[in-house]
């Protein structure tokens, strides 16, 4: 079983729209979730980080953390063609230093 | 101010050699990783680092070797290239607080290597 697991995608969502991004992790003792966007050819750029259960938001952006379920997601409103990326889930495990990614999950917003 | 650097940008190799790829950090971050992204794929770690002298092993660390002689540099030494090792390099840094209640984070701009 991977570590971090992400929805295969692609995920198309109509401009507007909510687009939804879920994440599992098999490690229990994880403590700290990130979100990170990625543009084609350009390096993961972080855009959420969460560490207590329940939701956390900026912007357009909404992270929810359960840890009892062990996965996170994020939650995208309003959904513009900018967001058109593929957004990455990482995981801080317990053990100190080890930032593990999902496999990312490509959005493609369609006007 | 600078983030994170990398060099070289781009670099190809011939089967059997070896470079180094650079990072140097200027924002005093205790916590930097060695990352490679394959096409379509998400981020493996090679190795990471949790402050100078301190190194560690990724997912993926065969083929590689790291040093971490000052908090600024992390560099990422490939010894006996193969084209298994073709791939975009990403360099990261960190800072975490002991109860993870926050951190800053940025990525440098990657290197992109092809072995043939």
């Known amino acids: 079983q991977k570590e971090v697991e992400q929805n295969s995608g692609p995920l198309s969502v109509p401009e507007g729209a909510i687009a939804s991004l879920n994440c599992t992790y098999s490690?229990?003792?994880?403590?700290?979730f990130f979100w990170y966007r990625q543009y084609s050819g350009k390096s993961p750029e972080l855009i959420m980080f969460?560490?207590?259960?329940g939701d956390k938001e900026d912007g357009r952006f909404t992270a929810q953390l359960n840890k009892a379920s062990q996965y996170v997601s994020l939650l995208i409103r309003d959904s513009q063609p900018s967001d058109s990326a593929t957004y990455l889930c990482?995981?801080?495990?317990?053990?100190?230093?080890?930032?593990?990614f999902g496999a990312g999950t490509q959005v493609v917003v369609t006007p | 101010n600078a983030g994170v650097t990398q060099t070289p940008k781009f670099r190809i190799l011939k089967i059997g050699q070896s470079m180094t790829l650079q990072c140097t950090q200027d924002?005093?971050?205790?916590?930097m990783y060695w990352y490679r992204q394959d096409p379509g794929m998400g981020l493996k770690l090679i190795y990471y680092?949790?402050?100078?002298?301190?190194?560690d092993k990724g997912e993926v660390p065969n083929g590689y070797n790291v040093s971490r002689s000052t908090t600024e540099d992390f560099p990422l030494r490939l010894e006996l290239a193969a084209p298994s090792q073709t791939s975009v390099y990403f360099c990261?840094?960190?800072?975490?607080?002991?109860?993870?209640?926050?951190?800053?984070?940025?990525f440098g701009p990657g290197t992109r290597l092809t072995v043939l």
């Open positions: 990261a840094s960190m800072t975490v607080t002991i109860f993870r209640d926050y951190n800053e984070q940025f």
């Open positions: 680092s949790v402050g100078a002298g301190i190194t």
């Open positions: 490690d229990r003792g994880s403590q700290s």
């Open positions: 969460i560490y207590s259960n």
């Open positions: 990482a995981v801080f495990p317990d053990s100190w230093g080890k930032l593990q």
């Open positions: 924002m005093n971050h205790n916590y």
